[in-house]
C-alpha cells in the first residue's frame, strides 16, 4: 500500500479557503477540524490578490468541440482537487472597513469584487464574516444592503464574529463558549456549502456525459471511465461511500470497453488502461474492506484480477514483463489490505484465493517471472547498455503516460547509434526503430505521445529501458 500516494491511501477532505484577516485563519481552521463533520483542509490568503485566487479557483473554460482526449485521466487531477480548489471561500473583513470612509469601502469592495469573479463560475460560494473587537452587534442596514448588492450576496451568508473567539487571554473553557457560539453558525454554513459545491460539480459532470451521447451517439469510454472516476472521488469528497464504491465500478467497468488498439495492441493505450484501473481498483476495495462489505471485497479483488491481469496477445517482450510487475504489485496491494482489515477467519477460510498468504505467494511467483523476462529482454540486447538515458524519462499529463525531457538531439543520436537504432528526422517528428521490437515515436521537443510507450525495467537493480509502440 505504502507504493501508492498518500492522497489515494487517505480519503479527500473539502478545501477552504481564508481571505483577509490572517490572524483569525489557525483557530478558526482549529475549531472547524474539531466540530465538523467531515473535517476540513484550508489554505489561507492574507488578501484577495487575484493571481493566487485563479491559481486556487482555476480560470473558467471556454466551451470547445469535442475532440478525442490525449489520454484517460489527467495525473494530477486527484491531488489537483485535494489541495488547489476549493470548495468554500470564507472573507474576513474588519467592521472598520465596512463603516469606514468612503476610500476604506471602496478598496474593501474591490477586492470582494475580485474574489467573488475568480471564484464563483466554479460555483464556489463566498461567505463574508465581518470581524469585530467586541460583541458582535448589529451593522448598519444601509452597509448590509450594499454588500449583498455588490457581491450578489444571500443575507444568510453573511456573518458577525468578535475577536473573542481567538482571545488568548480568555480562558479555554471561555473562549470556547464564544467559539460555539459565533462560529458554529459559520461552520454549518461551510458544511452545507462545501456539500452543494461537490454535488453541484458531480451533476455538471453528469450533463457533460449527456451532451456527449447526444452529440456523438455515445459517449466514449475514456471519457465515461474519466467521469465515473471524477463521481466517485465528489462522492467521496462529500463521504457518500455507496455512492463512490458504485461509481469506482462504474469505471473499472468503462476502462473494459476502451479499445487497446488495431490490428496490434497499442503499448501505450494497455499501460494507460492498467494503471487507471489499478487505481480505481485500490479505492474500490479500500471502501469496501472500510464499510466490511467483504462478499464484495472478493467479488472486486476477483473481477480485477481477471479482467486486467491476463496479459493481451502481441505485446512486445518489454511491455510483457512491465505487465507482470504490474500484476504484482496488484497481489502484492490486496495482500496488504485485506490484513490490515478486519475481515473474519471464516470469510478467508471460505475464499482462500483472497487470504493475505496466497496472494503474496503469487505476487512472489509473477515477479520471478518478471525477473526472468528482463533477463530474456536484456540477453536480446547482447547485454550492451540501454539505448536511451532513463533519467530523461519523467510522467507525462496523463495517468500510464511518459515523456521525454528535453534534450540535446546529437547526444540521443549517439546512444541511440550505439545501440543499434536508425533516427530518421522528418519534418513534423522523430522515429526510432529498431527491427522487430523496436519501434517508437517522438515529437521534435522529444515528449512521447500517446501511441509509444516506454518500459523500464528492473533487474538486480541495473535498468535495461526499452521503447516499444506502434507505427503512427
Known sequence: MNSFPAELRTPP????????????????????????????????????????????????????????????????????????????????????????????WMRMLSGLRTLRSTSSHKGVQLLLVVVQDRAPTELPPDRVAGLCNNLSLDQRYLCLVSRRVVDASLSPEERRQYQDAELGPLGQLVTDAAAAYYAAA???????????????????????????FKLAVLAEFRQDWLAAVSSYQAAAA????????????????????????????????????????YAEVVQQLRGHLATFGPTPDGLPLAAVAAHHGWLARQYQAAAEMVAMSRMDQATLQ???????????????????????????????????????????????????????????????????????????????????????????????????????????????QAWSFAVVGEQS
Not at 526503430?433 to 533487474?459: K, Q
Open 13 to 104: 477532505l473539502p478545501l477552504i479557503a481564508f481571505i483577509g484577516c490572517p490572524e483569525l485563519h489557525k483557530d478558526v481552521g482549529t475549531y472547524f477540524n474539531q466540530t465538523l463533520r467531515p473535517p476540513f483542509f484550508s489554505v489561507g490568503l492574507a488578501e484577495p490578490n487575484e493571481q493566487l485566487l485563479v491559481r486556487l479557483f482555476g480560470t473558467k473554460k471556454q466551451q470547445e468541440p469535442f475532440s478525442t482526449p490525449d489520454g484517460i485521466l489527467k495525473a494530477d487531477w486527484f491531488q489537483k482537487q485535494r489541495q488547489r480548489r476549493a470548495a468554500v471561500a470564507v472573507a474576513f473583513v474588519p467592521r472598520s472597513d465596512v463603516e469606514g470612509d468612503p476610500s476604506s
Open 202 to 228: 458531480a451533476e455538471r459532470l453528469r450533463q457533460k456525459q449527456l451532451d456527449l451521447a447526444a452529440a456523438l451517439g455515445s459517449s466514449p469510454p475514456e471519457v465515461n471511465a474519466a467521469i465515473a
Open 254 to 293: 468503462a476502462l473494459q470497453g476502451v479499445p487497446l488498439g488495431r490490428p496490434t495492441v497499442s503499448c501505450q493505450r494497455h499501460a494507460e488502461v492498467t494503471a487507471v484501473a489499478e487505481i480505481v481498483h485500490f479505492k474500490a476495495m479500500m471502501l469496501l474492506l472500510h464499510q466490511q462489505r
Open 350 to 460: 471460505a475464499h482462500k484465493d483472497v487470504s493475505p498468504c496466497y496472494l503474496l505467494m503469487s505476487a512472489a511467483q509473477i515477479a520471478v517471472t518478471r525477473k526472468a523476462l528482463a533477463d530474456q529482454l536484456h540477453h536480446l540486447r547482447g547485454y550492451g547498455p540501454p539505448p536511451l538515458d532513463v533519467s530523461s524519462v519523467r510522467k507525462g499529463r496523463y495517468l500510464g503516460q511518459v515523456e521525454f525531457k528535453k534534450v540535446d538531439g546529437t547526444a540521443v543520436g549517439h546512444r541511440c547509434a550505439a545501440a543499434g537504432i536508425q533516427i530518421q528526422p522528418t519534418a513534423a517528428s522523430m522515429h526510432v526503430r529498431e527491427s522487430g521490437y523496436l519501434n517508437g515515436r517522438l515529437c521534435p521537443a522529444y515528449v512521447i505521445t500517446t501511441r509509444a510507450a516506454y518500459y523500464l525495467l528492473s533487474a538486480h
